[in-house]
């Protein structure tokens, strides 16, 4: 359920007004699509995150990496084995 106490603290009464309609009006594959999207972006940027983190890692080494993020180290450590030591320059 959608409350006031969800909005920004810098969001404009009327525009959270909106904001609320637009979510209650749509359907449930409306609201799917939407966090599904939510979800896929933030995925894009959290690897992109580790790309420009890592520059020379290949994707095998993001992914386990990117696995880190998303499990916690314990867990991705578990599943996947260590993550990869950054290179030191020298």
């Given at each position: 359920?959608?409350?006031?106490?969800?909005?920004?603290d810098?969001?404009?009464?009327?525009?959270?007004?909106?904001?609320?309609?637009?979510?209650?009006?749509m359907?449930?594959?409306?609201?799917?699509?939407?966090?599904?999207?939510?979800?896929?972006?933030?995925?894009i940027l959290?690897?992109?995150?580790?790309?420009?983190?890592f520059p020379?890692?290949?994707?095998?080494?993001?992914?386990?990496?990117?696995?880190?993020?998303?499990?916690?180290?314990?867990l991705?450590t578990?599943?996947?084995g260590p993550e990869?030591?950054?290179?030191?320059?020298?």
């Amino acid at each position: 359920m959608i409350s006031p106490e969800s909005a920004p603290d810098d969001t404009h009464p009327a525009a959270e007004k909106v904001r609320i309609e637009i979510l209650r009006s749509m359907t449930a594959a409306d609201r799917f699509r939407l966090l599904s999207d939510l979800i896929t972006t933030g995925r894009i940027l959290s690897l992109s995150s580790l790309q420009q983190r890592f520059p020379n890692a290949g994707p095998e080494e993001i992914r386990r990496r990117h696995a880190t993020l998303l499990l916690g180290s314990e867990l991705a450590t578990a599943v996947y084995g260590p993550e990869p030591q950054p290179m030191t320059k020298g």
